[in-house]
Structure formats: C-alpha cells, structure tokens
C-alpha cells in the first residue's frame, strides 16, 4: 500500500477535500494524529490549493476543520 493510502487507511477522518463547480478539487489537506489523551498532536502532511482558488483562504478554512475535528474526535 502505498505512502499516502496508509494515511488514509488508518486516519480518514483527517482528509478532506474542497470542490468546486463540476466537482473540481480546489483544494485538499492530509493530517495524522499521534499520541494519547491530552498528549497527542497533529502533523500536517500536505495542504494542496489549485492555483486558481488561491488567494480564498481555504487553505485557512481546512485546516480550521481539521482542528474542530481533532477537537471532537480526540474530546478536546
């Protein structure tokens, strides 16, 4: 399996992907979560934005969701 697939494999909740008009991604982020309890931390593996959908703060907007998910997965 490959590098990116085994992310996504073990934590799904943390991809996310931002469409478009016709279903185009405009954007996509990957994160893992480590650790336990309140030991735990987040690592941003990629944050992907198409060069037409820049400058729209969606980068900003996903990872935003990611720490409102990590919040209530990881009961924070």
Do not use: C
């Not at 893992?32 to 941003?44: D, F, I, L, P, Y």
């Amino acid at each position: 399996m490959s590098f990116y697939m085994t992310y996504l494999a073990r934590w799904p909740d943390y991809f996310h992907v931002a469409e478009g008009p016709v279903n185009k991604i405009m954007a996509y982020i990957m994160e893992k979560v480590e650790g336990q309890g309140e030991s735990w931390h987040g690592h941003v593996t990629a944050v992907t934005v198409a060069t037409e959908y820049r400058r729209q703060q969606l980068a900003k907007k996903l990872l935003n969701l990611l720490e409102d998910i990590s919040d209530k997965i990881l009961g924070m």
